[in-house]
């Protein structure tokens, strides 16, 4: 075994990593358990690429063949309809914790200043999984996957100049077919997961690089916050909460698999009830609210741009609150309070 | 470690073991029962004319086998963070006694 030990590290050099890893400290505070949630997400990440390819094994992405593939893994594969539970419970799972852990970074600030480009990642990655529910949405082919596409490719349209050609680009012409569906299997098994591993790459060495942010509090009145070390303390602690976590997943994808309609039909009508996603639900709310002209403009086109200037004040939220750490900075408190209570009031809303 | 510690997590990991293997074995054997042909289950053909197909297995025995295999799962979690439970004490009370630090400023013998 140490002849073995002694030949991987001759060759790949890892004692530097076990050694980081072995000085590596977290603090210890009450904010200790968002450090969790990161981790947390790449174990979903993990699970999601492992049920992922299982899937990409006998799913096909084709007009005639996507929905009845679909059916085909749930009916006759053994225990297909586990993995494809799976995998849907689990992008489920990690969208939320990816929520959790951006709104715990903003309520502690951490994205002052060193970490503004690990923020910037971050959210990058938010945008990543959306974009991964949204491509995962249409794969099965059914009546509510295809309307809901509809919906959701018909948005940029609104915008003016590259509306209509951002809109052609995402469905592979002009409207939603089987083209449409090729094209999101390959965002989602191919571009997508190249994005997310480019921005999980810079994230995970920026976050090793600056280290995990202490409590305002303590960084104001100078106290030094007590450490754990990484190895093998918070270690053990982050496998104990991975396996409650594992044992959840299974159990919500055993009670509550996601069943599949009928194929869709281009030419019907859109069904009754479409519904997005839970994470995109906020969103479709505040689009059918909106009146069909506001101030004599397209209203699709105001919500669109209220949208889009929200997701930029995000992307950029460490350069607009660019204040020294210490700072305690309310209004961001404020602000990212009143954004999860109005995304949770407009999902609710649109549930009723 | 005391030599107590030392045979009460033998005994945990033998435990656990076997339930890992039991776990693995019933899933075999449940992978299995997903094998034989399903009459309950409608085909790809049926979805096409226009009806929902169920999302898991709908046999009772199926079902069972799930969910056995679900009670494994979990008995294997809280047998897994019972012994994590137990390394997580040592390891706090290794580095509040400061053992971990004294043992790196230990003067190394020859071949370290």
Redesign the interface.
Known sequence: MNVLRAWIEERLGLRAVTLFLEKKEVPRHKHTFLYYTGSSILLFLGIQIVTGVLLAFYYQPTLAEA???V??I???M??G??VR?VHSWSATFMIALVFVHLLGIAFTKAYRKPREATWVTGVLLLGASLAFGFTGYLLPWDELSLAATKVGTNLPKALPVVGAWLTRVMRAGEDVTGDTVSRFFIFHVSVLPLAVMAFLGIHLFLVQRHGMSVPLEAERKGVKVPI??FW??FA??E??VW??L??LL??IA?V????????ADLMAPAPEGIKPEWYFLFMFQTLKLFPARVLGLNGELVAVLIMMAGMAALFLLPFIDNRPFARKGKVITVLAWAAFAYAVGMSIWSLL | MEPAVNGRLRVIAAAAIILLGSLVASGILEARVQEAPQASLKTAADNAQGQETPASPRPAKERMAVYILLAWVWLSIAVLLGILRMRVREADRVYSMGLDRAAEKAPKGPGH
Do not use: K
Not at chain 1, 256 to 263: E, M, N
């Open positions: 929905n009845a593939s059916v085909r749930m009916t006759e053994p225990l309809w586990l539970s754990l070390p093998p303390n053990f602690r496998a104990g396996l409650v594992l044992g299974m159990t055993v509550a698999a996601p069943g599949i309609g009928p194929q």
